[in-house]
């Protein structure tokens, strides 16, 4: 079974501090997306990356950058987080090539920002 | 631009149906796919449809037709764990790439 994992389910940080969201995937999948979920939005694309030190902008990229230095894991990182980017985010991956293009989630990390 | 709609609600009994309604305007397409999550939980893969038709799978089938950007996921014999948000997504110009409704919250009473 695929895994993708991220490493908080719960976190709470204050105005201006620099967060560091991580998410590891165990079936070498070249993709990995990051999403945010806020009510009434659905899930929105931040950023994606087809391949290591590879990354695209998604619909809604500005106050976050990425970083994939590995294959199995992607970080999305809040440079100076703020109060409305409090919201569910979360990870995804899927394999390239032939397929449907099934995206694998993880179990998501809640962020307040205070 | 890309445009998905869904309804935001729906209430059903236990052993009823319900029919989830999709609409999509993206620019291509590589299919379309629908996810259950349940409230704190990550979304997980229901069913993918590419070509027209209706795809059955158990108690949940999913029908498309690509001429009127249209989709539907059936759900049959209602269990009260089906209570979920269920997401539509499509795959658009950039395959591999999900762009997603806003969910349909299904609420299954007794």
């Known amino acids: 079974d695929v895994k993708v994992t991220q490493s908080s389910r719960y976190l709470v940080k204050r105005t201006g501090e620099k967060v560091f969201l991580e998410c590891v995937q165990d079936?070498?999948?070249?993709?990995m997306f990051w999403y945010r979920q806020d009510p009434g939005l659905g899930l929105r694309l931040i950023y994606f990356s087809y391949d290591v030190k590879m990354k695209e902008k998604g619909d809604i990229p500005e106050g976050y950058s990425v970083s994939r230095e590995k294959k199995e894991r992607f970080s999305l990182i809040l440079e100076s987080a703020s109060t409305n980017q409090t919201s569910m985010y979360l990870c995804a991956s899927s394999p390239t090539g032939t397929g449907q293009g099934e995206q694998f989630f993880g179990p998501g990390t809640r962020l307040t920002v205070l | 631009g890309q445009n998905i709609d869904q309804p935001t609600e729906m209430t059903a009994t236990e052993g009823a149906i319900v029919q989830i309604n999709c609409t999509y305007q993206?620019?291509?397409?590589?299919?379309l796919f629908w996810y259950q999550q349940h409230a704190g939980e990550a979304p997980t893969f229901l069913s993918y449809?590419?070509?027209?038709g209706l795809e059955e799978k158990g108690r949940f089938s999913s029908f498309l037709s690509r001429s009127k950007g249209y989709s539907y996921l059936l759900l049959k014999e209602l269990q009260m764990k089906d209570s979920a948000s269920y997401l539509c997504?499509?795959?658009?110009?950039?395959?591999?790439?999900?762009?997603f409704g806003a969910g349909t919250q299904v609420v299954v009473t007794p």
């Open positions: 079936m070498d999948h070249e993709n």
């Open positions: 997504a499509v795959s658009g110009e950039s395959w591999g790439k999900l762009q």
């Open positions: 449809n590419v070509l027209d």
């Open positions: 993206t620019s291509g397409f590589n299919g």
